[in-house]
């Protein structure tokens, strides 16, 4: 349709035009994943804002539906914003929603399913009571929006939090309610913290300390830790922290707290906003979803006729060997689309050196590699005090004894155009070495009118474990998983050469001492049906 239209994923959610934001009220009900999405129908950029929505049997093929909400009340006019679905031990469903209204007052509303039989739930019916809450006196009306998914106190009322500022303090708010019409205020917050500013779409779950699976959002005993998870307005970006969560003072408590809410981890070092985890009852899992925008300018998503993209859905645990991060891997269902592989052992990168994978095509691909460093340069190495971070350190061209080592995806032959995904080891004073998990873009392609920044963080590595990376590769987004998922970087790229079959992958060692050994395979992927709605398709 359009000459930019390689850059359409294959196997990611979008719709077909116009601009997506965030995902909201993720769900599983009767047999199906609902998703709903931020969208505006009117074009490639943000506004007008209504719920998308769409359905699908495995969080891979996906069905179009009808919008499931318009701004057509006083209360939502200027937007039907982010929200949450909670869903009742009678399997009932609630939905709450922000609402901007007619004056751009941030208010919460509910909703539920017009027809609690219609699997698709097509129909939604916005109470007739709404808003159900407006802003408290002491916070400003446009800062007062992202109703989280209710959990169950053990007074037995329904317990949701909301997101503000006070000063500069991001805050979360809390409020009870027993039926989801009327709410009390409860006194003191879920947790502030100061110069975070607007905390946006607060996300809270328990996650198990022993147990290999996902847990409702009500279960609180004495074998969870929490997670609270913020998306900073100023910064843009999702940061989490693991604590406890105290009901009797309303209080959640990171257990590091020089890693409190939104100064701590994040969820994903590069492209990655606006995220929200539910509890899939099926497969016992907490899945988490998360909007993915376009780093290229305002002006290509209009010639493009649309914007954004939702990562692959994401499973996500505690980290029990570390116990102090998550692990978050894309979710199995993925793998289904998996065609044919080819496999590279016992492959040696020798500093200094390019080595180039000989696969069908490179665009749409599932990469799982796994990389050691040879001992002697190791103990040869320099211990230094230097810290690295990937962010500032001139990226895949600088050289360390060490490090940087790792894949080119999205590469053209002559690499004019390649994003290497890699990793950067440090030997500290201590003797112990130190591992940065990078994707770096500044020569992911010839346009000069898109974003090229590096990303990464650190990366937990324990004795004896190997580095191991999974990458999915998909036209213009790349999503990298390193150690099981302890640190993930999402990139967007848009590459002008690298593109069909013109897209290549190889292997790179830029350190300057480590020689690397490297097992790699790689999968082809299929492109997932994504169908556009049609009443013929309801049954
Ligand atoms: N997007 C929504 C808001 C939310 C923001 C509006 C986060 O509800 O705070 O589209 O991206």
Known sequence: DNVLSWQRTAFHFQPKHNWMNDPNGPLYYKGRYHFFYQYNPNGAVWGDIVWGHAVSKDLVRWLHLPLAMVADEWYDRNGVWTGSATILPN??????????????VQVQNLAYPANSSDPLLLNWTKYSG???????????????RDPTTAWLTSQGKWRISIGSKLNEAGVALVYDTKDFKTFERVEGMLRRVEDTGMWECVDFFPVSTELDNGLDTSVNNPSVKHVMKVSLDDERHDYYAIGTYNESITDFLPDDISKDVGIGLRYDY??????????????????????????????????????????????????????????????????????????????????????????????????????????????????????????????????????????????????????????????????????????????????????????????????????????LVDHSIIESFAQGGRTCVTSRVYPTKAIYGDARLFLFNNATEATVNASVEVWQMNSASIKPFQYEQMN
């Open 130 to 144: 709404n808003p159900v809450l407006v802003p408290p006196p002491e916070v400003n009306v446009i800062d007062f």
């Open 91 to 104: 399997g009932e469903l609630v939905m709450l929603y922000t609402g901007a209204t007619n004056e751009s």
């Open 270 to 471: 590069g492209v990655f906003y606006a995220s929200k985890t539910f509890y899939d009852q099926s497969k016992k899992r907490r899945v988490l979803w998360s909007w993915i925008a376009e780093s290229d300018s305002e002006y290509v998503d209009v010639a493009k006729g649309w914007a954004s993209l939702m990562g692959i859905p994401r499973t996500v645990l505690l980290d029990k060997k570390t116990g102090s991060n998550l692990l978050q891997w894309p979710v199995e269902e993925v793998e289904s689309l998996r065609m044919h592989s080819d496999k590279f052992e016992n492959l040696t990168a020798k500093p200094g050196s390019i080595v180039s994978l000989d696969i069908p095509a490179a665009n749409q691909l599932d990469i799982v590699a796994e990389f050691s460093i040879d001992k002697e340069a190791i103990n040869k190495t320099m211990e230094t005090d230097m810290e690295y971070d990937c962010e500032t350190s001139g990226g895949a061209a600088a050289r360390g004894a060490l490090g940087p080592f790792g894949v080119l995806v999205l590469a053209n032959d002559g690499l004019y155009e390649y994003t290497p995904i890699y990793f950067y080891v440090v030997k500290g004073r201590d003797g112990n070495l130190k591992t940065s998990f990078c994707s770096d873009q500044s020569r992911s392609s010839l346009a000069t009118d898109v974003e090229k920044k590096i990303f990464g963080s650190f990366v937990p590595v324990l004795q004896d474990e190997k580095l191991s990376l999974r990458i």
